[in-house]
């Protein structure tokens, strides 16, 4: 009973001493304390833990730096010696979920603010803060977390059109390379039918080459053997006479010494008796190249179909556009226009001079000319320089030059082919009759982005065509 006594008033001495030695956080005896500037220590554990959340301290909120934490050795070493004599473990009465980290004291209240559960005694660290019974703050949290849900299921919702998009976009790749596997099988096949009339008209050459030099020896060497078989005559003749006697050899000498004259050359080569090798070989690759250019058409400009309009249907080789009877089942890419009709040249330019002609033909209304490559793509915009864009257009039988004034383009003709001259170099773009060869206006700019050529041909069956280029062959 007296022990009981003792350990009783043993225990009531210790009180204080433990409270003076137990973390405000975790109510337990300190393990590894540290302190902080404010004065306040923590056991280091709990200090990391609150500090992932909140950079205050968790006693009288004063903003701390991490590294400004320091190891409490005394107190450290007052908690051990404190658990030896008490027979104390540590992290002794630890508080519940349901009670306050700090008084363990019921979480009652909840701050709007720091949005975190509180006890009554925490009010004076919140006295600034909007304080709700907890009533009324878990149906504020669950008003803003069923305002989440609803954004994830939206961006669901979204995701998965995206991923339907995505697939979409995942066939149209492999119809593009279908279509460009053929259209490079078709390619190769009609050259290499090419190649095979130009490799027969080759052979055919030398073959009749081969036949008129060959013709030409065998004809040498049957008339040298003719002349061999003459000249044997003539030695048997001689050889014969010579044996006669003095006054019948006499008598014939003169009818033997004419018949006996030669005066036939001896056989020789003709200078061009041997083939000619470097007409038939020489350079072989090179002039079958060469003689490919009637063959081979070269385009300043191709169409990209990436960026082409869905109502706008290209031709295979990306060489011509017209309107499209129905609009294309195509991929919403971002380099595509839509809602406007517009199609980009497949290469942008930096720098240097670029020219290249378009067949309007008789289409009554259409734009062309350069753009930048920030032009908008996926809203309806006015098209003018203020836009990024230097072009002009034919609309209701009036010719304009595409700038915010919007001037109109006199013409004596109507002009079917459209040049266009970019200078990138002198901020430059100048437009042409190309028939008529004759200037039909310069804009000038200078140019930061990267250009590309613009074509709007109107919705219309006839098509805008891009023309080829010369092809020149210089050697050195």
């Known amino acids: 009973m007296a022990d009981s006594m003792d350990d009783e008033d043993m225990s009531e001495e210790s009180l204080p001493l433990q409270q003076d030695l137990t973390c405000p956080v975790c109510q337990g005896i300190f393990q590894d304390p540290v302190l902080l500037p404010c004065s306040h220590s923590f056991c280091r554990v709990c200090l990391q833990k609150s500090w992932e959340f909140n950079k205050k301290c968790p006693v009288c909120r004063e903003?701390?730096?991490?590294?400004?934490?320091?190891?409490?050795?005394?107190?450290?070493?007052?908690?051990?010696?404190?658990?030896?004599?008490?027979?104390?473990?540590?992290?002794?009465?630890?508080?519940?979920?349901?009670t306050c980290n700090l008084h363990l004291k019921p979480l009652e209240l909840y701050c709007e603010k720091d949005e975190e559960p509180v006890c009554v005694d925490c009010v004076s660290l919140h006295n600034t803060h909007t304080l709700w019974p907890l009533k009324d703050g878990a149906p504020m949290c669950?008003?803003?977390?069923?305002?989440?849900?609803?954004?994830?299921?939206?961006?669901?919702?979204?995701?998965?059109?995206?991923?339907?998009?995505?697939?979409?976009?995942?066939?149209?790749?492999?119809?593009?390379?279908?279509?460009?596997?053929?259209?490079?099988?078709?390619?190769?096949?009609?050259?290499?039918?090419?190649?095979?009339?130009?490799?027969?008209?080759?052979?055919?050459?030398?073959?009749?080459?081969?036949?008129?030099?060959?013709?030409?020896?065998?004809?040498?060497?049957?008339?040298?053997?003719?002349?061999?078989?003459?000249?044997?005559?003539?030695?048997?003749?001689?050889?014969?006479?010579?044996?006669?006697?003095?006054?019948?050899?006499?008598?014939?000498?003169?009818?033997?010494?004419?018949?006996?004259?030669?005066?036939?050359?001896?056989?020789?080569?003709?200078?061009?008796?041997?083939?000619?090798?470097?007409?038939?070989?020489?350079?072989?690759g090179f002039n079958i190249w060469k003689n490919m250019q009637a063959h081979v058409k070269y385009y300043p400009v191709l169409l990209s179909p990436n960026t082409s309009s869905p109502w706008l249907s290209l031709s295979p080789d990306l060489t011509n556009v017209k309107e499209s009877p129905e609009r294309l089942t195509v991929p919403d890419n971002p380099e595509r226009f839509d809602p406007c009709v517009f199609v980009l040249g497949a290469e942008g330019y930096n720098s240097g001079k670029h020219k290249w002609d378009v067949i309007v033909g008789d289409n009554p209304r259409w734009i062309v000319g350069v753009c930048k490559e920030s032009v908008f793509r996926k809203k309806k915009f006015t098209v003018s320089t203020t836009r990024g864009v230097w072009a002009i257009s034919l609309s209701k039988g009036v010719y304009t030059v595409l700038t915010p004034d919007r001037p109109e383009l006199q013409v004596q003709q109507r002009p079917e082919r459209i040049r266009i001259k970019l200078n990138m170099d002198k901020g430059e773009v100048s437009f042409w009759d190309a028939g008529a060869a004759k200037h039909l206006v310069t804009l000038t700019h200078k140019f930061d982005d990267t250009m590309f050529p613009i074509f709007g041909p109107g919705l219309h069956n006839t098509p805008m065509i891009l023309a080829p280029g010369k092809i020149a062959v210089h050697t050195s």
């Not at 701390?64 to 404190?82: D, G, H, P, V």
């Open 142 to 284: 669950k008003k803003e977390l069923d305002y989440k849900v609803q954004i994830f299921e939206k961006k669901v919702e979204s995701y998965k059109k995206m991923t339907h998009k995505f697939s979409n976009a995942k066939e149209y790749v492999k119809y593009q390379a279908g279509e460009a596997e053929k259209q490079i099988k078709l390619e190769f096949e009609r050259l290499h039918k090419v190649l095979v009339t130009e490799e027969a008209l080759r052979l055919k050459a030398l073959a009749s080459e081969e036949d008129e030099k060959t013709g030409n020896l065998q004809k040498l060497i049957d008339d040298t053997k003719n002349d061999i078989k003459e000249m044997n005559e003539i030695i048997d003749t001689l050889k014969k006479e010579m044996g006669n006697e003095d006054l019948p050899l006499l008598r014939n000498f003169q009818s033997l010494k004419r018949r006996a004259h030669w005066t036939r050359g001896n056989p020789q080569f003709s200078y061009d008796s041997l083939l000619d090798m470097g007409k038939h070989v020489g350079a072989l």
């Open 63 to 98: 903003v701390f730096k991490e590294a400004q934490a320091i190891s409490n050795r005394a107190l450290s070493s007052a908690c051990e010696t404190f658990l030896k004599h008490a027979n104390k473990r540590p992290n002794q009465n630890r508080p519940t979920e349901e």
